[in-house]
């Protein structure tokens, strides 16, 4: 910044003042959360503002977990992408790039909230959202032990469980005077195990277009319609002189192309597995 002209001067000593009025105590379960956190807040609304959606406005919480959830989306970023840099000293940028999309996404971080119980502490006053998450918890029926890449699953779940994850480690940033490493400390166990090597599966939509390439399959355009405030995606292989398509509908669409593409790609495989035995 100082190269390009701008001066910056970094106060990162005390925290920024604030003007909420609440008493965290009344709101939220400060010794459990605390615990789970493995931190003790300075500045307990900063806890409060962190876990209360819009639905939940109070005269004393003029504002929800967004700003909180912008500040911490970015540093999880930063945190993730530093980790895997130090812990894979010899893999490509494109393997890292890959291991942090699978670590860094709203879907694993909600299943991250959901195993360790962030959903009961979401402040809020929508019985559409109260019925989207338990919706959510049932169709997850158990998260997985193992690293969770979020798009396995087959369910959409809403988005604010997986900004909670963000919102609180704005806080925890703004609350220990901006140090990261603290952050890293209190929200890193909350996502782990964390995806490796090893472990690491690509999004069934990316991997889908990369093995239509590689074997010369023709991929037609996804054919999408939405009635009832679900989308159908329709998605459609020409592979050997045979038409291969499978439709899935969602909630999400995202969610939606997701399944049709990873059915679609099981049904290639079996002909890539064919060919390989000169079936």
């Not at 890193?188 to 889908?208: G, H, I, K, N």
């Not at 292989?237 to 679609?264: I, N, W, Y």
Request: with cysteine; net charge negative; charged share 25%.
């Amino acid at each position: 910044m100082d190269w390009i002209g701008i001066k910056v001067e970094f106060n990162n000593s005390v925290p920024s003042e604030r003007q909420l009025q609440v008493d965290p105590e009344k709101l939220v379960n400060i010794p459990h959360l605390e615990s789970l956190l493995n931190y003790s807040f300075n500045d307990r609304s900063l806890l409060v503002e962190a876990l209360t959606h819009g639905s939940y406005m109070l005269p004393e919480i003029p504002r929800c977990y967004q700003r909180l959830e912008f500040l911490g989306d970015s540093v999880l970023d930063y945190l993730v992408t530093v980790h895997l840099y130090k812990k894979y000293p010899d893999i490509s940028p494109g393997l890292l790039t890959d291991m942090r999309s699978a670590s860094v996404n709203n879907e694993c971080y909600a299943q991250s909230a959901i195993k360790n119980g962030l959903h009961k502490h979401i402040l809020h006053a929508s019985q559409r959202l109260h019925k989207d998450i338990s919706r959510c918890i049932s169709n997850l029926k158990e998260v997985p032990s193992g690293p969770s890449f979020g798009w396995e699953s087959e369910t959409s779940c809403p988005k604010v469980l997986g900004d909670v994850i963000e919102s609180l480690a704005g806080a925890i940033l703004v609350d220990s005077g901006y140090n990261k490493e603290v952050v890293f400390r209190s929200i890193m166990p909350l996502l782990e195990p964390l995806v490796s090597p090893e472990t690491l599966r690509l999004e069934a939509v990316r991997e889908l277009n990369e093995f239509c390439q590689r074997e010369q399959f023709l991929m037609r355009m996804p054919v999408v319609s939405r009635e009832d405030g679900l989308t159908s995606i329709t998605i459609q292989v020409e592979a050997d002189g045979a038409m291969f398509k499978h439709t899935s509908t969602a909630a999400d669409k995202k969610m939606a192309k997701r399944l049709a593409s990873k059915e679609v790609l099981k049904a290639l495989k079996g002909i890539g597995s064919a060919r390989l035995h000169g079936e």
